[in-house]
């Protein structure tokens, strides 16, 4: 123990003492002896113990000293919430940064185990990305097989057309998916062009722009997942694939925005005809379910919200048609959201023209027929600068192709048929299909 610590306790037991000793004790006195005590306080040494000191102070001397000042109470809540408000921030923050920091370092996964069965899942869709979330991967070797390498919000790509929301957004890296899984799962970028199901392989073509030696190879399986999706249906109508825009994947969004600026500027050129911008800035949507619903709306609101800031002279002259061919739009939802529709449409000054068939599409133009109210037809001719292609979906070739495989699927129209636990009709427990009619 140093000097210095040896005088401090001396002093200190000395003080005890004499509070204790003395019989009676002004306020003047009171007040330099707890003067001395909060130098004490100060310089307390390590073994001195000054709150209980200053108890046995204030019992001795409880008719002199002054009761301690009591705390005031009317702020009190303020103090809870304020506590409580900047413990939940610390404690949310740490809860954030954990979880970053566990989605940056994942744990090691399992490697995969030959003796286990392969479950082969084609896809990384909404169908194929939800079973992989909830699947226990330790069970099987997974192996996931689709030509795109990342999920797609899909609600939310027609806000992709116009940049109110980012594309990167709305994906989500597959990797990223199966790597938090805790029994490794394969990823292969192909499209699986053949399935067999006699011999239980799939065929799988690498039809990325980048290829390696091997483009094209088999892979076998134990348990199959169709979860691919369905393609555009153009019902064979002339025109519709070479001109049109579809809106299933983030390039075709990022294809529409690009013709959407595109008509603008080059209707806004130098010695353009009055006839050249109205076709240019004349969007059509064909397909009144709710993509092109969507669509229209979100290209009306685009319209006022930006562009008419940005370039007033062509104001009145951007014109956004919805065609649909049945006598209303979006026919799988109720009279009151269809009414709904149809009043805000007029509101924002989108032409719904229903009960009109599309014929054919050209680079600048769509022909359609249209049924009046008392049943005639009559072809109109529509010159357009964007044409966006919304009417459904169709099988795609790889489905038909499996379907044409399995006799009990000859009567299927919309896709594989399935029972109530999703096996395929027509083969026993291996093969499944995830299929939503979007
Ligand atoms: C613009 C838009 C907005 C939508 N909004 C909504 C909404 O708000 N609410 C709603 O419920 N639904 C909505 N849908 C519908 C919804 O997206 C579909 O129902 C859903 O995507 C279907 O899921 P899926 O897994 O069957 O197919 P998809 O999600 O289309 O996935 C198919 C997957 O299979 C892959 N694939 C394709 N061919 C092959 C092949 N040969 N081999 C291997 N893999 C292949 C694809 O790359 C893709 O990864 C919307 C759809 C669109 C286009």
Not at 384 to 401: E, F, H, I, K, M
């Amino acid at each position: 123990m140093t000097a210095s610590r040896l005088i401090m306790r001396a002093s200190a037991s000395s003080i005890g003492r004499t509070f204790t000793k003395a019989a009676a004790l002004t306020p003047a006195t009171y007040r330099s002896l707890s003067s001395s005590s909060s130098i004490l306080t100060r310089a307390r040494p390590s073994s001195f113990d000054n709150n209980k000191f200053q108890r046995s102070f204030r019992r001795a001397y409880a008719d002199v000293a002054p009761a301690p000042a009591k705390k005031a109470r009317r702020f009190r809540f303020f103090r809870f919430l304020w506590r409580l408000t900047y413990l939940s921030t610390i404690g949310g923050t740490a809860y954030l940064a954990y979880g970053v920091w566990e989605l940056r370092h994942p744990e090691e996964q399992f490697e995969p185990d030959p003796s286990k069965k392969n479950l082969v899942i084609l896809g990384t869709g909404w169908g194929a990305v939800s079973l992989l979330k909830k699947l226990d991967t330790e069970n099987y070797n997974v192996i996931v097989i689709s030509p795109r390498n990342y999920f797609l919000f899909t609600p939310l790509l027609p806000s992709c057309t116009t940049g109110t929301v980012e594309h990167r957004s709305i994906m989500e890296p597959i990797r990223s998916i199966t790597r938090h899984k805790q029994a490794a799962v394969k990823f292969y970028e192909a499209e699986a062009t053949k399935i067999d199901p006699e011999r239980k392989v799939v065929t799988i073509d690498d039809n990325s722009d980048i290829k390696g030696a091997t483009n094209k190879t088999e892979v076998s399986y134990d348990m199959l997942v169709v979860s691919v999706g369905a393609e555009n249906a153009t019902f064979g109508i002339p025109g519709v694939k070479e001109h049109s825009c579809f809106l299933k994947e983030i390039g075709d969004a990022q294809q529409i925005r690009k013709r959407i600026m595109d008509c603008v500027e080059t209707a806004t050129f130098k010695d353009q005809t009055p006839e050249e911008v109205e076709r240019l800035l004349h969007m059509v949507v064909v397909g009144g379910g709710p993509t092109g619903v969507e669509f229209a709306g979100e290209l009306q609101d685009f319209f006022d919200q930006d562009i008419k800031k940005w370039v007033p002279e062509i104001s009145d002259k951007f014109k956004v048609t919805l065609i649909e061919a049945l006598p209303n739009v979006l026919p799988m939802f109720s009279k009151q959201l269809i009414d709904y529709t149809e009043s805000t449409f007029k509101e924002e000054k989108i032409t719904i023209m229903t009960k009109t068939a599309v014929k054919k599409v050209t680079d600048k133009t769509v022909e359609a027929e249209a049924t009046g109210p008392d049943g005639k037809k009559t072809m109109e001719i529509m010159p357009y600068g964007l044409l966006v292609w919304a009417t459904g979906n169709a099988v795609r070739p790889v489905v038909r192709d499996l379907m044409s495989q399995i006799p009990a699927q000859k009567d299927s129209r919309r896709g594989l048929a399935v029972n109530e636990y999703l096996v395929v009709q027509g083969r026993s427990f291996p093969c499944s299909a995830f299929q939503y009619h979007g």
